[in-house]
Antibody, heavy 118, light 110 residues
Framework: EVQLVESGGGLVQPGGSLRLSCAAS????????MSWVRQAPGKGLEWVAN????????YYVDSVKGRFTISRDNAKNSLYLQMNSLRAEDTAVYYC???????????WGQGTLVTVSS | QSALTQPPSASGSPGQSVTISCTGT?????????VSWYQQHPGKAPKLMIY???KRPSGVPDRFSGSKSGNTASLTVSGLQAEDEADYYC??????????FGTGTKVTVL
């Protein structure tokens, strides 16, 4: 059974940093592109970043470029999102998702809430 | 990249059909056959219902179908059931490894 389990969310002050993790199991992690998708409270979905199977390509939505870094450790079946210079508008539930094909995410974690507030 | 446009709400009685539209541009929906649809129940993670315009993942009932014409994609839910009441989001590839989601539609089963 495919499972994605996020962790690392919490309350952080504006300008602060946070590192999210996603533990994958039940599939060959190293064979898939992986993405982070976020959802602000009461709002819609927003794709944040994705990373190629071997980590050689990484892409970001414009609003997080230069502040967020996506990475992966295939030996540990884990996906990460390092978030720096956090802003109030980054407050959201962050989901880890497996890429099936462009714009198609076939498995999602349960999400982890990041709250940026003083 | 602007969000794709969906109607805020749609509704139908049990057994009826409901169709949700997703309007973009020639740079996203109209330019690629990479449109997906997701169902999201309150407090839950999204679930993939349709990918690549009209393909259904294993386990998704054939009551759910997708199509596209020009810059507008559509999701049709036939034979509405109570458990279909949820938020639905479309997404599209927008080129240069960018992806855009729709604004979301709340489907109510009357």
């Amino acid at each position: 059974e495919v499972q994605l389990v996020e962790s690392g969310g919490g309350l952080v002050q504006p300008g602060g940093s946070l590192r999210l993790s996603c533990a994958a199991s039940g599939f060959t992690f190293s064979s898939y592109w992986m993405s982070w998708v976020r959802q602000a409270p009461g709002k819609g979905l927003e794709w944040v970043a994705n990373i190629k199977q071997d980590g050689s390509e990484k892409y970001y939505v414009d609003s997080v470029k230069g502040r967020f870094t996506i990475s992966r450790d295939n030996a540990k079946n884990s996906l990460y999102l390092q978030m720096n210079s956090l802003r109030a508008e980054d407050t959201a539930v962050y989901y880890c998702a497996r890429d099936l094909s462009p714009a198609s995410f076939d498995y999602w974690g349960q999400g982890t809430l990041v709250t940026v507030s003083s | 990249q602007s969000a794709l446009t969906q109607p805020p709400s749609a509704s139908g009685s049990p057994g009826q059909s409901v169709t949700i539209s997703c309007t973009g541009t020639s740079s996203d929906v109209g330019g690629y056959n990479y449109v997906s649809w997701y169902q999201q129940h309150p407090g839950k993670a999204p679930k993939l219902m349709i990918y690549e315009v009209s393909k259904r993942p294993s386990g998704v009932p054939d009551r759910f179908s997708g199509s596209k014409s020009g810059n507008t994609a559509s999701l049709t839910v036939s034979g509405l059931q109570a458990e279909d009441e949820a938020d639905y989001y479309c997404s599209s590839y927008a080129g240069s490894n960018n992806f855009v989601f729709g604004t979301g539609t709340k489907v109510t089963v009357l």
